[in-house]
């Protein structure tokens, strides 16, 4: 156990010479340890730090936070950006609105809230209310709101909490027209919804074992399928399926409406591929239909004896395809074929397929009839990201989202029937004029010659040189596409003269399955090739150099940062991993963890072992470099990617570090990976981590 220091002298840099100072970083326990997997020996003296909730951990993280402070409280550049932030904060915002029956439904936040609130309007003409408020939950705002499901009358609803940001969720229900909040509480649920059966008697749900030991950081595995009955008890619930025998397989249910089927998607880690398994009668069992980990099957919609879905089999960019279901048997048609531009989303509503296709990154939206035949290509306001349309089989009117890098959110209204919109609510920012600012894609070549889509961001009247602040941003895995969309810290990067990138690298969805691919498993050194071509692709144009540049990723894109700062340390003047994934060789050791050896590797195969100690921050980090500038982020309470991660890398990096430029670490309390967190803990966060590395820039 180390003493905790009431005054921050200790943290002050301790001379070396008149020309340079040396840091003097908290000191850090080694416990010597070494293991040998597939003949390699691997060191890691600070597993100690895995134990993230014990004591000595805890003290360890007070005593990195007390010395990140001296560096990043007090910047040049943090009141500036608070500043700027809060008055960009307070605007009203809501969501797109959806309907269920006559109500109506949206989230909004008059930016004062630490949590958005949960909106219902009874009919068209009735004022709105408040349904749910998480502002209630708890004093600081660190509970929060999280998944919400509406029973098909509209007369209940069921609701869950998250507290302190973590994974586990407690799902309760709410009489719609009483606020009343019923007794049930349900608990130990996890990534999982609530799907109410058609006669709303209740809901089905995902949940798993009450942890044995640490619940931040045990192993989530055997996960059960459940239905709850309304006004019973959790332990009367009553399972529907589960596979002990296959404790890493995933499920999700659906219940087909005006019909007795359930489907039962079963997946594998965070592979898109799935099984799909039907239950065609109240008595029957599930029947697999697809039994193999061939491709994604995704339901969309049904009607009478029809099933549609979206599936990438035999077509990388996504189809649409139906599954007629007669006496017992099951015949597959395809309906709408695979396009140029991948698939993002598909909803089915007037009867009418609407999809939202990707064309380099931007929205494109066609709409078909049930037969596949194309109907229209709707014309946008604008280009950016198209959200909505939501509704069912007989809606005639839905809504829509739109936004880019320099518009915020406009929500539209659509008549479906004659395909026309006019606009139902527009975000209106203090102080933000969009016409100041502008984006443009490019694309550059990545070393092995591929072209990757890049969207530059800054103010118009902004002279952009070598000196000029340059943050680059990247995710690049697990099939997600990071798209154009208006963000009130990006802007306020841009708003201190710097130009904000955002870079789509492989490893996403932006151009289907194939783009995914190109950046997962034994391809994944693709994906930091990508982002350092990024950089060098901006700095051969004079945005920005290698001492004006910056490097932000959040969770995977943590790893992306690590990973590429590591293997060119003399490309960034500051690294910014967030959340991060570290440690290659053990990040399937907790809670979810091993869901992610889909997308990454399992230590267990030599090949994929080999690929990921190539590339592990952890383990490749050297004695005898100069490495950026580099602030770490987590928080206390991230189930997802625990802390662990972060510690153990960033004392070890602070060990090995040869120049003075320092490694810190900024440990967030009572918050998890990201959702739910509060106002004013985001505002804080975006103002000492981008105000410090314009302080570092600009020193």
């Given at each position: 156990?180390?003493?905790?220091?009431?005054?921050?002298?200790?943290?002050?840099?301790?001379?070396?010479?008149?020309?340079?100072?040396?840091?003097?970083?908290?000191?850090?326990?080694?416990?010597?340890?070494?293991?040998?997997?597939?003949?390699?020996?691997?060191?890691?003296?600070?597993?100690?730090?895995?134990?993230?909730?014990?004591?000595?951990?805890?003290?360890?993280?007070?005593?990195?936070?007390?010395?990140?402070?001296?560096?990043?409280?007090?910047?040049?550049?943090?009141?500036?950006?608070?500043?700027?932030?809060?008055?960009?904060?307070?605007?009203?915002?809501?969501?797109?609105?959806?309907?269920?029956?006559?109500?109506?439904?949206?989230?909004?936040?008059?930016?004062?809230?630490?949590?958005?609130?949960?909106?219902?309007?009874?009919?068209?003409?009735?004022?709105?209310?408040?349904?749910?408020?998480?502002?209630?939950?708890?004093?600081?705002?660190?509970?929060?709101?999280?998944?919400?499901?509406?029973?098909?009358?509209?007369?209940?609803?069921?609701?869950?909490?998250?507290?302190?940001?973590?994974?586990?969720?407690?799902?309760?229900?709410?009489?719609?027209?009483?606020?009343?909040?019923?007794?049930?509480?349900?608990?130990?649920?996890?990534?999982?919804?609530?799907?109410?059966?058609?006669?709303?008697?209740?809901?089905?749900?995902?949940?798993?074992?009450?942890?044995?030991?640490?619940?931040?950081?045990?192993?989530?595995?055997?996960?059960?399928?459940?239905?709850?009955?309304?006004?019973?008890?959790?332990?009367?619930?009553?399972?529907?399926?589960?596979?002990?025998?296959?404790?890493?397989?995933?499920?999700?249910?659906?219940?087909?409406?005006?019909?007795?089927?359930?489907?039962?998607?079963?997946?594998?880690?965070?592979?898109?591929?799935?099984?799909?398994?039907?239950?065609?009668?109240?008595?029957?069992?599930?029947?697999?239909?697809?039994?193999?980990?061939?491709?994604?099957?995704?339901?969309?919609?049904?009607?009478?004896?029809?099933?549609?879905?979206?599936?990438?089999?035999?077509?990388?960019?996504?189809?649409?395809?139906?599954?007629?279901?007669?006496?017992?048997?099951?015949?597959?048609?395809?309906?709408?074929?695979?396009?140029?531009?991948?698939?993002?989303?598909?909803?089915?509503?007037?009867?009418?397929?609407?999809?939202?296709?990707?064309?380099?990154?931007?929205?494109?939206?066609?709409?078909?009839?049930?037969?596949?035949?194309?109907?229209?290509?709707?014309?946008?306001?604008?280009?950016?990201?198209?959200?909505?349309?939501?509704?069912?089989?007989?809606?005639?009117?839905?809504?829509?989202?739109?936004?880019?890098?320099?518009?915020?959110?406009?929500?539209?209204?659509?008549?479906?029937?004659?395909?026309?919109?006019?606009?139902?609510?527009?975000?209106?920012?203090?102080?933000?004029?969009?016409?100041?600012?502008?984006?443009?894609?490019?694309?550059?070549?990545?070393?092995?010659?591929?072209?990757?889509?890049?969207?530059?961001?800054?103010?118009?009247?902004?002279?952009?040189?070598?000196?000029?602040?340059?943050?680059?941003?990247?995710?690049?895995?697990?099939?997600?596409?990071?798209?154009?969309?208006?963000?009130?810290?990006?802007?306020?990067?841009?708003?201190?003269?710097?130009?904000?990138?955002?870079?789509?690298?492989?490893?996403?969805?932006?151009?289907?399955?194939?783009?995914?691919?190109?950046?997962?498993?034994?391809?994944?050194?693709?994906?930091?090739?990508?982002?350092?071509?990024?950089?060098?692709?901006?700095?051969?144009?004079?945005?920005?150099?290698?001492?004006?540049?910056?490097?932000?990723?959040?969770?995977?894109?943590?790893?992306?940062?690590?990973?590429?700062?590591?293997?060119?340390?003399?490309?960034?003047?500051?690294?910014?991993?967030?959340?991060?994934?570290?440690?290659?060789?053990?990040?399937?050791?907790?809670?979810?963890?091993?869901?992610?050896?889909?997308?990454?590797?399992?230590?267990?195969?030599?090949?994929?072992?080999?690929?990921?100690?190539?590339?592990?921050?952890?383990?490749?980090?050297?004695?005898?470099?100069?490495?950026?500038?580099?602030?770490?982020?987590?928080?206390?309470?991230?189930?997802?990617?625990?802390?662990?991660?972060?510690?153990?890398?960033?004392?070890?990096?602070?060990?090995?570090?040869?120049?003075?430029?320092?490694?810190?670490?900024?440990?967030?309390?009572?918050?998890?990976?990201?959702?739910?967190?509060?106002?004013?803990?985001?505002?804080?966060q975006i103002s000492e981590i981008y105000g410090y590395a314009l302080n570092v820039i600009n020193s």
């Amino acid at each position: 156990m180390y003493k905790k220091y009431s005054s921050l002298l200790f943290f002050i840099l301790v001379s070396c010479s008149s020309q340079e100072s040396e840091i003097s970083y908290p000191e850090t326990k080694k416990i010597e340890f070494s293991e040998t997997i597939h003949g390699y020996e691997i060191i890691d003296s600070y597993r100690w730090l895995e134990d993230f909730t014990s004591e000595e951990s805890v003290d360890w993280a007070d005593r990195q936070n007390n010395f990140t402070k001296v560096f990043i409280q007090n910047n040049n550049y943090k009141k500036g950006l608070e500043s700027y932030l809060n008055d960009i904060w307070e605007s009203e915002s809501i969501s797109i609105p959806y309907k269920v029956k006559e109500k109506t439904f949206y989230y909004f936040n008059d930016g004062t809230f630490q949590q958005s609130k949960l909106m219902i309007k009874d009919c068209e003409d009735c004022k709105e209310r408040v349904l749910i408020d998480p502002n209630t939950f708890s004093e600081d705002g660190t509970v929060s709101l999280g998944g919400t499901s509406i029973n098909n009358n509209a007369t209940h609803i069921a609701f869950s909490i998250s507290d302190g940001g973590s994974d586990w969720r407690s799902w309760k229900v709410m009489n719609i027209e009483t606020g009343e909040v019923l007794e049930d509480n349900l608990k130990w649920a996890k990534f999982s919804g609530a799907i109410w059966e058609n006669d709303d008697s209740g809901f089905y749900y995902r949940r798993y074992e009450e942890p044995d030991g640490e619940l931040l950081k045990e192993l989530n595995e055997s996960p059960k399928i459940m239905f709850h009955k309304i006004g019973t008890n959790q332990s009367d619930d009553q399972l529907i399926y589960e596979n002990p025998d296959n404790p890493r397989w995933g499920f999700g249910i659906t219940v087909v409406k005006d019909s007795d089927m359930k489907i039962l998607s079963i997946s594998e880690g965070t592979d898109e591929r799935n099984r799909i398994y039907l239950k065609v009668s109240k008595d029957s069992d599930f029947i697999p239909i697809i039994d193999e980990l061939i491709a994604s099957y995704s339901f969309i919609d049904s009607k009478d004896n029809i099933l549609w879905f979206y599936t990438t089999e035999s077509a990388p960019n996504g189809k649409i395809v139906n599954l007629e279901v007669k006496n017992n048997s099951f015949i597959w048609n395809e309906v709408i074929p695979e396009s140029k531009n991948a698939i993002r989303s598909v909803n089915i509503v007037n009867n009418s397929f609407v999809i939202n296709y990707l064309e380099d990154t931007f929205s494109k939206i066609s709409v078909f009839d049930l037969d596949g035949q194309l109907i229209s290509k709707l014309s946008l306001p604008k280009e950016g990201t198209i959200s909505g349309f939501s509704g069912g089989l007989e809606d005639t009117s839905s809504y829509f989202s739109i936004t880019n890098y320099v518009t915020p959110r406009e929500i539209y209204e659509i008549n479906l029937t004659d395909l026309s919109y006019e606009l139902f609510w527009q975000e209106d920012l203090e102080g933000y004029n969009s016409e100041e600012y502008i984006s443009k894609l490019e694309f550059y070549e990545s070393k092995d010659g591929t072209q990757i889509p890049i969207h530059i961001s800054h103010k118009k009247d902004l002279v952009i040189d070598e000196n000029t602040p340059l943050l680059i941003y990247g995710y690049g895995g697990f099939n997600i596409s990071i798209l154009p969309s208006f963000s009130k810290s990006q802007t306020a990067w841009k708003n201190q003269n710097g130009v904000f990138a955002v870079a789509n690298l492989r490893g996403g969805a932006e151009y289907g399955d194939a783009w995914h691919e190109a950046g997962m498993l034994l391809n994944k050194q693709n994906v930091f090739d990508d982002f350092a071509y990024a950089a060098k692709f901006l700095h051969a144009k004079k945005i920005g150099s290698p001492k004006s540049t910056a490097i932000d990723g959040r969770s995977n894109g943590g790893l992306l940062v690590a990973a590429t700062m590591l293997q060119n340390p003399d490309l960034y003047k500051v690294a910014i991993p967030q959340v991060g994934v570290l440690d290659m060789l053990r990040f399937n050791k907790f809670t979810i963890g091993w869901a992610w050896e889909s997308d990454y590797g399992s230590s267990d195969k030599k090949d994929e072992f080999e690929n990921l100690l190539s590339y592990s921050p952890l383990h490749n980090i050297k004695s005898d470099v100069c490495y950026p500038t580099t602030l770490i982020t987590t928080a206390s309470r991230d189930d997802r990617v625990v802390p662990s991660h972060s510690f153990k890398f960033a004392a070890k990096l602070q060990e090995n570090q040869s120049c003075n430029n320092p490694i810190l670490i900024r440990v967030e309390d009572r918050a998890g990976h990201g959702a739910g967190t509060p106002k004013d803990k985001r505002i804080n966060q975006i103002s000492e981590i981008y105000g410090y590395a314009l302080n570092v820039i600009n020193s």
